[in-house]
């Protein structure tokens, strides 16, 4: 863990990667296309590892492992095994495979389960899948009692912006940390997006603005107390402005602090973008002419508020990885300890 500290501190490197390693889900959630664009192409697992390997060498630090779900894929154990030694891996799945694939996850530094609402029938409603609540909830008590770093991770949205402060509440007066998303959705029409993921639903957009401007506010409070809300004072005051005023005081810093994979090993700067080439021409194209036009393209792109972006462009550097560790965001005790 020493040189993934060290790695955390050196400058101009894309220190966070998202691999959306599978294309394949269980779920049909409501707000999300990738059920319905399923894939069963995959990168064999040798590949997988020449890939992690690359991203290692140019830099990246934390690594979370999504797709689709994740450990569908029958190699997984293997690839969390191998990932893990590299980077502060987290692995996300929908609440319905974790438990069952519980040896895939001993090495795993964070496991995250999505769950958006206390209220069983309206969770499986979201999810399209009756038990996804129960199920996810057993697995979230399951894989604390093995001693398995567990959070929760509800996407904030306009059908359960008033239930979100009750989650937060239950899940960490257990000793659960909770980070959340922002509901998002994705406009390029482009056939070379690199991964279709979120669509319009109008249920879910964000309406009551003043009430996720209050939401920021009480979490703000809860932070100092709670050092299980794993929000950075600074990206809540960066949420707070957006719907506050309507204003963006961040640039995007897409293919300069992160980058995201998709299930054939192609990149780009966040999943919204065309790819522009493999996993495996990264180290001959990271500082070229090419990226350097993509980056003042992200750099000014205003697509998207998908929360994990918002919070890599705001302190995915090496300067916001210190303040993270002093904000008690999730990394810091892997980073530093």
């Known amino acids: 863990m020493a040189s993934i500290a060290r790695r955390s501190l050196v400058p101009g490197k894309p220190h966070h990667a998202q691999w959306l390693i599978t294309r394949k889900c269980n779920y049909r959630c ?8 399923q894939d069963v192409r995959e990168l064999p697992i040798e590949d997988v590892k020449k890939g992690l390997d ?5 830099g990246v630090v934390d690594l979370v492992l999504s797709g689709g779900n994740p450990l569908l894929r029958s190699d997984m154990g293997e690839i969390i095994d191998y990932a893990s030694k590299l980077f502060v891996t987290t692995v996300c799945d929908n609440g319905s ?4 694939k519980i040896d895939y996850l001993k090495n795993v530094d964070f496991v995250a389960i999505s769950i958006d ?4 029938a309206k969770n ?3 999810k399209s899948t009756t038990g996804s609540w129960k199920k996810a909830m057993d697995t979230v008590d399951f894989l604390q009692k093995k001693g398995i770093n567990v959070a929760v991770t509800p996407t904030i949205s306009q059908r359960n912006l008033y239930e979100i402060i009750d989650l937060t509440n239950y899940f960490t007066n257990k000793g659960i940390p909770v980070w959340y998303c922002i509901y998002s959705f994705d406009i390029s029409q482009d056939e070379r997006q690199l991964f279709r993921i979120g669509k319009q639903h109008d249920d879910f957009v964000i309406t009551d603005k003043q009430g996720m401007v209050k939401l920021c506010d009480e979490l703000f409070e809860m932070k100092k107390k709670n050092n299980q809300v794993l929000m950075t004072k600074k990206l809540l005051k960066t949420i707070k402005s957006l719907y506050l005023e309507d204003k963006r005081t961040w640039k995007c810093q897409a293919l300069n602090n992160f980058l995201v994979v998709d299930h054939l090993g192609r990149i780009a700067g966040c999943h919204s973008h065309n790819f522009a080439g493999s996993i495996f021409d990264l180290p001959e194209k990271w500082d070229s002419q090419e990226f350097k036009g993509l980056r003042k393209t992200y ?3 205003t697509q998207c508020n998908y929360l994990c972006y918002v919070f890599y462009s705001v302190q995915g550097s090496a300067y916001g990885n210190v303040s993270v560790a002093l904000d008690q965001w999730k990394n810091a005790k892997v980073l530093f300890k």
Request: glycine share 4%; charged share 35%; proline share 0%.
């Open 124 to 126: 499986d409603e979201i």
């Open 54 to 58: 690359i991203l290692k060498k140019i």
């Open 97 to 100: 495979m974790a438990a069952e």
């Open 30 to 37: 409501i707000g999300c296309n990738v059920w319905k664009e």
């Open 299 to 301: 750099h000014e792109c």
């Open 117 to 120: 609402s206390l209220d069983e």
